[in-house]
């Protein structure tokens, strides 16, 4: 069998695409290469399946989510980044497939046969699990493939590009030309890009000098930093006003006990002094007492009795000065928590309460969120509004389920009928070879050709009627 005489159709239904061969022997399937692509999504091959009507063989490859890699790169200006990337995934599944026993002589290549995933730029081919008589050269048929796609198709940005394109066609001249050595080539490349962006990023970053921020330590918690930022560079007369509030409060607020504390030492020294004194006297007066009764009183047991009221008045004398002055020493220290508690409670309240800071950064964060428009297609069906809400760079309309963005039901619009791009902050509308056309403001726009829109712009898909917004 000849891969070349195989003749390929594209098959859609509502939930699966395919591509489509048949064979008349069932014989020359290699049932092994078909299970090894099934059961490893990694082998760079499209799964396929296997169905017999009668004596005919169907062979489908799911090229569900896929477009083919031309129609991806069809008017579309790619990053230095991607174009290496889809040129080497393309050469790691012809040089990896042999890790899966497959033979890289069985790709069916074809600029519309290799598919690419859109979210991730993986390649998959198509890949014939057939008993095939072939004895190409993969390198060369890689090699006229690659030209023909960056020649006909890839449109590369000029912004460190670094003459890609250029460099990339000498390399593909080369009369020693393999597949490996391309591979390698594209892998320097990817790095020293890599490299030069770093290189630029740290040059950038030697050169910004960021603002010195002056804040209290205490109100570091309640701020969010990023947020501050923000409001620093919006409102600086402003900040300067929170600044001087922070530092009245920090005044009114910060208790004086390095100057409380030199007087009430001293106090509680004078007064224990006191209470020394004051008890010596009384001990000293005891004992003269004492002495008095034990010299002129001569009965004894009115002595005795006498010696012990001294003792007691003298005792009690002694704990009455001693604990009125704890007592005193007690009733400052509770102030004194009383006091910081008052104090502490202040602090918890003012934290509870939203600073000015707190409440401009909100509100600056809050704006920020207001400013982000969003661009989308607005339609009338049956008395009810349809929203179509333009959430990528690239926005396809059309009717193929899998390969566009917005799936539309009107029969007279094209499989991909046209593309909505965003370049900055403009939008532009690109009509696709479409049959029954694309209309802006009532005049058709030719195919292949940018046509920036603006809201409130009419914007007609064959004879389905949308109106573009940016809100």
């Not at 069998?1 to 399937?29: A, G, H, Q, R, W």
């Not at 069985?106 to 057939?130: A, H, R, V």
């Not at 390399?171 to 030309?177: A, N, T």
């Amino acid at each position: 069998m000849d891969k070349n005489n195989l003749k390929l159709e594209f098959e859609n239904n509502p939930s699966k695409n395919y591509i489509v061969t048949y064979l008349n022997d069932i014989d020359c399937i290699i049932d092994y290469e078909v299970e090894m692509i099934n059961n490893n999504p990694t082998s760079g091959a499209l799964n396929i399946e296997i169905r017999q009507f009668n004596d005919r063989i169907k062979i489908l490859y799911d090229a569900t989510g896929r477009i083919p890699v031309k129609e991806y790169l069809k008017g579309r200006t790619i990053r230095k980044s991607e174009f290496i990337t889809i040129l080497k995934n393309m050469a790691v599944c012809l040089l990896e497939c042999k890790n899966y026993f497959l033979d890289e002589k069985k790709f069916f290549m074809d600029l519309g046969t290799i598919f690419i995933n859109e979210k991730d730029l993986s390649i998959n081919l198509l890949y014939l699990p057939f008993n095939i008589s072939n004895e190409e050269d993969i390198n060369i048929t890689y090699r006229n493939l690659i030209k023909s796609l960056i020649i006909d198709f890839v449109t590369v940005e000029e912004k460190n590009s670094e003459n890609i394109i250029q460099e990339t066609l000498k390399y593909l001249r080369k009369e020693d030309f393999t597949l490996v050595g391309f591979k390698n080539y594209l892998e320097e490349s990817e790095r020293s890009s890599v490299n030069a962006s770093s290189g630029e990023v740290n040059k950038v970053e030697d050169k910004i000098e960021l603002p010195e921020v002056t804040v209290e330590k205490e109100e570091i918690s309640d701020i969010n930093m990023n947020r501050v930022s923000i409001v620093e560079n919006i409102n600086a007369d402003h900040e300067k006003e929170v600044n001087n509030e922070v530092e009245v409060s920090k005044i009114n607020d910060t208790p004086k006990v390095e100057e409380i504390k030199p007087e009430r030492k001293s106090k509680a020294r004078s007064s224990k002094i006191l209470k020394i004194i004051f008890t010596a006297i009384f001990q000293l007066v005891s004992i003269g007492i004492i002495a008095v009764e034990a010299i002129f009183i001569p009965n004894i047991l009115i002595k005795i009795l006498s010696i012990v009221l001294v003792v007691i008045l003298d005792g009690a004398l002694t704990t009455f000065i001693w604990l009125r002055g704890r007592n005193k020493v007690e009733t400052v220290a509770d102030k004194r928590k009383a006091n910081t508690s008052y104090i502490v409670k202040g602090k918890e309240d003012k934290k509870s309460k939203p600073s000015k800071r707190e409440i401009v950064t909100e509100m600056s964060y809050e704006t920020e969120l207001l400013d982000v428009k969003t661009a989308f297609l607005m339609s009338k069906k049956a008395g009810t509004v349809e929203r179509i809400f333009i959430n990528k760079d690239c926005f396809k309309i059309g009717r193929v389920s899998g390969q566009v963005d917005y799936i539309s039901d009107n029969k007279a619009v094209g499989k991909i009928h046209a593309e909505i791009r965003k370049q900055g902050e403009k939008y532009y509308l690109i009509d696709l070879n479409s049959k029954n056309g694309t209309f802006v403001n009532g005049r058709k726009i030719n195919s292949d050709e940018l046509y920036e829109i603006r809201n409130g712009d009419t914007i007609i898909f064959a004879n389905s009627e949308f109106t573009f917004a940016i809100e």
